[in-house]
Nanobody, 117 residues
Framework: QVHLVESGGGLAQAGGSLRLSCTAS????????MAWFRQAPGKERDFVAA????????VYADSVKGRFTISRDNAKNTVYLQMNSLKPEDTAIYYC??????????WGQGTQVIVSS
């Protein structure tokens, strides 16, 4: 079992920045690909960004490409999402996800991000 705890959400102005963190329990963090998803009010949960276990590969949704950066520190069992040039449409609850090839799949509780115009 892996427990994920997100932090770093809050209120930002359009054009501003926030950095989200997600810290995982356990000793097998590097065996998990990590991802961020987000869910806006009344909408489905959407993919934002993902990073491979050793951090060598990343992928982004088109809507955040060039503005958001995902990274990880396996020594700290933590994945980050640096969000720059924020837009009001980035307002959502952001969820951390851990996934492994053996179908293990875990979610955090989410952290709220609100971007004001």
């Amino acid at each position: 079992q892996v427990h994920l705890v997100e932090s770093g959400g809050g209120l930002a102005q359009a054009g501003g920045s926030l950095r989200l963190s997600c810290t995982a329990s356990g000793r097998t963090f590097s065996s998990f690909a990590m991802a961020w998803f987000r869910q806006a009010p009344g909408k489905e949960r959407d993919f934002v960004a993902a990073i491979s276990g050793l951090g060598g590969s990343t992928v982004y949704a088109d809507s955040v490409k060039g503005r958001f950066t995902i990274s990880r520190d396996n020594a700290k069992n933590t994945v980050y999402l640096q969000m720059n040039s924020l837009k009001p449409e980035d307002t959502a609850i952001y969820y951390c996800n851990a996934r492994r090839d053996d179908a293990a799949n875990y979610w955090g509780q989410g952290t709220q991000v609100i971007v004001s115009s």
